[in-house]
């Protein structure tokens, strides 16, 4: 491995802060993941059947991206190719100059990483914000993201507490709630004033040219809806074939992600603004960036393709648990855009065996990567070609292996040794003779250390080989242990029998009005079940307790019957919110919206835009007030997503519990860029 890696290495294991900040990451990511996942009881399920969606599109890339073109455009968005980083960022330079921009609020995306798209802006006089709080915090560092999902993993309260002292100018706080609000106070403004927001993409579906979008601050719905261009940035493979199959995705990638059965906010976005739409950009621009996609789909590294950047394999590999993202990095000591077992292919894969090939040795090959990976990539066997120098830009047999060459050359004999079951076990007792040997020399030291020259001695000891065989301790042993099996298998079916009649079915999960109301408690959202006629009531005792005699609102056709009429002659000012009065609105501490679904197995609400449906009326304000009727509440997200409404809509939003996120000390913050509360109102039917 190349020497800057390696002191990058001892660097990251050398320092207590990053340490300490590692484990709590791990610790509480690997634990949420496994609750979320226990409630899908159809997991392993979900999982094959994403498999083979990826496989499908990855195969079919072609296709599938002529499909989600010709729908997106006939959406009214705008399509741009780029076959590099270079003519990627010349378009964006390109839109940004015939918009005359000058401020970019960008939500998080890991193509401009990708592709050091910021700089570039910079370079050419733009100023580039990062809204995403993890990302804003690194950004005022100077530094990349250290991790897909929470790019700050890497640092303590005390460092972002010094640093929003240095660069916010607020005194030194260790309250991480203090430091949140600080944050949003700073880039509301930048949202507000922003000539162009710039997002990625979590998945662009093929039937229909949506684009979707998950976050969890409201960034990411603030950067697609307030200012009056929008970008998004898509790596070419990241498509689904229909709307059925992102319901699927969304089951999976929330849960891997953050631990979560959907995220915040989950965007869907059909075009720009239409006549009469009171908000929304007026151009979308797609720039579908290719990059070396093209390359790797043609290699045999294509199986990388399948990710959905969920980041669990970084949070399950022992390798990046101790190092961290910033100790990834190529020869020349860039730190690479992705981390971890998933950068140790992507990265070598899309720039190259000779500046990052190295980085697949940064592994133990233990498999937990593919264990947690929610689309079944065999990311180990891709690590293994990795190392025997597969590169996405050459026929198989030009490759040549990356490996030390004293590595290669034990790599050989033992792969001669192998080949023969003679030859094999002669190798196998000249290893236990020589490592009862070394143990004995070495004062019972069971490892063996080995020269750096190995390739293996910089940071791993070889275990002293066995005295004897597998096979051989296996033969002697088996018999015993059968016998030991036998009598625990009768006292095992004894038990069995003697507690069947104890025995209770499991209870069924919750669905309708309670499992709605259930999950959105749980998330910390409000819920009050009532009368139509008393709607009007609990609005007004919801504003009340808050002190607020102000309301951003839908217009009165999308509201129940005189429920704004109501509001009124009880003193509260209305207003409707639109692209033109967003700085006005932004000082409303209220919001109230209707709701086209509630979603009963995660608690989240579904909002359709449109005319007289104002998106930012559920987004710019601290608290939001929703209506949702009783009979419009849905089993799960699929159910909506089949409905032809949501494929017609110029935008829709799905709303799992107030705004929240978890960027510092994985410490959960409420109340981000979008609201702090939510409260549902739900009218019985009848």
């Known amino acids: 491995m190349p020497g800057v890696f390696h002191s990058q290495i001892r660097k990251s294991l050398a320092d207590a802060n990053l340490q300490s900040a590692l484990d709590a990451n791990s610790v509480r990511r690997i634990q949420v993941r496994k609750n979320a996942f226990e409630s899908l009881p159809d997991a392993q399920g979900r999982r094959e059947r994403a498999h083979e969606i990826r496989v499908d599109v990855v195969?079919?890339?072609?296709?599938?991206?002529?499909?989600?073109?010709?729908?997106?455009?006939?959406?009214?968005?705008?399509?741009?190719?780029?076959?590099?980083?270079?003519?990627?960022?010349?378009?964006?330079?390109?839109?940004?100059?015939?918009?005359?921009?000058?401020?970019?609020?960008?939500?998080?995306?890991?193509?401009?990483?990708?592709?050091?798209?910021?700089?570039?802006?910079?370079?050419?006089?733009?100023?580039?914000?990062?809204?995403?709080?993890?990302?804003?915090?690194?950004?005022?560092?100077?530094?990349?993201?250290?991790?897909?999902?929470?790019?700050?993993v890497h640092l303590r309260r005390q460092d972002v507490g010094k640093l929003f002292k240095e660069k916010l100018g607020i005194d030194y706080t260790e309250d991480i709630s203090i430091m949140t609000n600080a944050a949003r106070r700073t880039l509301r403004h930048v949202f507000l004033n922003a000539d162009i927001g710039i997002s990625g993409v979590n998945f662009g579906v093929a039937e229909t040219g949506t684009l979707c979008l998950v976050t969890n601050e409201g960034n990411g719905r603030m950067v697609t809806t307030v200012p009056r261009v929008h970008i998004?940035?898509?790596?070419?493979?990241?498509?689904?074939?229909?709307?059925?199959?992102?319901?699927?995705?969304?089951?999976?990638?929330?849960?891997?992600?953050?631990?979560?059965?959907?995220?915040?906010?989950?965007?869907?976005?059909?075009?720009?603004?239409?006549?009469?739409?009171?908000?929304?950009?007026?151009?979308?621009?797609?720039?579908?960036?290719?990059n070396g996609r093209s390359a790797v789909q043609a290699s045999d590294l294509r199986e990388i393709l399948y990710c959905i950047r969920c980041g669990s394999c970084l949070n399950a590999c022992p390798v990046f648990r101790e190092i961290g993202g910033h100790a990834?990095?190529?020869?020349?000591?860039?730190?690479?855009?992705?981390?971890?077992?998933?950068?140790?292919?992507?990265?070598?894969?899309?720039?190259?065996?000779?500046?990052?090939?190295?980085?697949?040795?940064?592994?133990?090959?233990?498999?937990?990567?593919?264990?947690?990976c929610p689309v079944d990539i065999d990311l180990p066997k891709l690590l293994l070609r990795i190392r025997a120098g597969t590169e996405a830009n050459q026929p198989a047999a030009k490759n040549k292996p990356n490996a030390p060459a004293p590595l290669a050359v034990g790599l050989k004999l033992f792969t001669f040794a192998a080949s023969s079951p003679r030859w094999f076990a002669a190798a196998q007792w000249l290893a236990g003779v020589s490592g009862s040997l070394a143990t004995l020399f070495s004062r019972g030291d069971p490892w063996i250390h080995l020269p750096k020259i190995s390739g293996w001695g910089y940071s791993k000891d070889f275990p002293s080989p066995a005295a004897k065989s597998f096979r051989s301790r296996f033969r002697k042993n088996v018999q015993t242990q059968m016998i030991e099996n036998n009598w625990h298998e009768h006292s095992d079916a004894i038990r069995v029998d003697s507690s069947a009649k104890n025995e209770t079915a499991p209870i069924p999960g919750q669905k309708g009005t309670y499992g709605f109301r259930h999950e959105l408690e749980t998330l910390g959202g409000r819920f009050t079940l009532c009368l139509p006629g008393d709607a009007a009531e609990l609005v007004l005792q919801i504003l009340r307790s808050h002190g607020i005699d102000q309301l951003l609102a839908w217009e009165p056709p999308y509201l129940p019957l005189q429920l704004l009429e109501r509001l009124?002659?009880?003193?509260?000012?209305?207003?409707?919110?639109?692209?033109?009065?967003?700085?006005?609105?932004?000082?409303?501490?209220?919001?109230?919206?209707?709701?086209?679904a509630g979603l009963a197995d995660t608690g989240s609400l579904v909002l359709i835009g449109g005319q007289g449906k104002p998106m930012t009326a559920s987004l710019l304000p601290e608290i939001h007030i929703a209506i949702l009727w009783e009979k419009d509440i849905c089993e799960d997200l699929d159910q909506v997503l089949a409905k032809e409404d949501v494929k017609k809509a110029t935008a829709a939003v799905v709303i799992t519990g107030p705004s929240r996120t978890s960027d510092i000390e994985m410490t959960l913050t409420v109340g981000v860029h979008g609201p702090g509360e939510l409260h549902v109102v739900c009218l019985k039917d009848g």
């Open 232 to 290: 998004a940035l898509m790596g070419i493979e990241r498509l689904v074939p229909t709307l059925s199959d992102l319901g699927l995705m969304l089951s999976l990638l929330p849960r891997s992600a953050t631990g979560q059965k959907l995220s915040a906010y989950t965007s869907l976005i059909n075009g720009p603004r239409r006549p009469g739409d009171p908000d929304g950009p007026r151009e979308r621009h797609i720039i579908l960036v290719d």
């Open 568 to 596: 009124a002659g009880d003193g509260i000012q209305i207003s409707y919110p639109t692209a033109e009065t967003l700085e006005i609105s932004s000082q409303v501490r209220a919001g109230l919206t209707g709701a086209y």
């Open 59 to 152: 195969e079919h890339l072609a296709t599938y991206l002529e499909q989600f073109t010709t729908h997106a455009r006939e959406n009214g968005m705008l399509i741009h190719r780029a076959a590099d980083g270079g003519q990627a960022i010349k378009q964006v330079l390109e839109i940004a100059l015939h918009n005359r921009a000058k401020l970019v609020a960008k939500s998080k995306t890991m193509v401009s990483e990708e592709i050091g798209l910021n700089h570039t802006l910079e370079g050419e006089g733009l100023e580039v914000i990062e809204t995403d709080l993890g990302e804003y915090i690194v950004q005022l560092r100077g530094e990349p993201p250290s991790h897909i999902i929470t790019p700050a």
């Open 328 to 372: 990834y990095v190529g020869v020349d000591g860039k730190i690479s855009p992705y981390p971890g077992p998933v950068g140790s292919v992507v990265s070598p894969a899309l720039f190259g065996q000779l500046e990052y090939g190295h980085l697949a040795r940064a592994s133990s090959l233990c498999g937990a990567c593919r264990e947690a």
